[in-house]
């Protein structure tokens, strides 16, 4: 399921971990949960296009993240 990728690419991206990895851990975390795995990546998701909603136009995350430059005097 392509939901179940996305996540798995999520997890990938904040773990540095591999496939199989990524889906143990998404496993694992539906199982604490008791919510099948399609429900919780379908959250996780759903969390993390919020998020990137928030920050506006792609590539302002980016921006957002650099620290404001200051110039110092010669």
Known sequence: MPVIE???GIFRAQQRCGPDEAFDLLRRA?????VKV????EQVVAHVADKSESYGEPGSLAE???PERQDIPA
């Open 64 to 66: 957002a993240e650099q």
């Open 6 to 8: 996305q996540a798995k």
């Open 30 to 34: 539906s199982q604490r949960a008791n």
């Open 38 to 41: 399609r429900v919780l990546t």
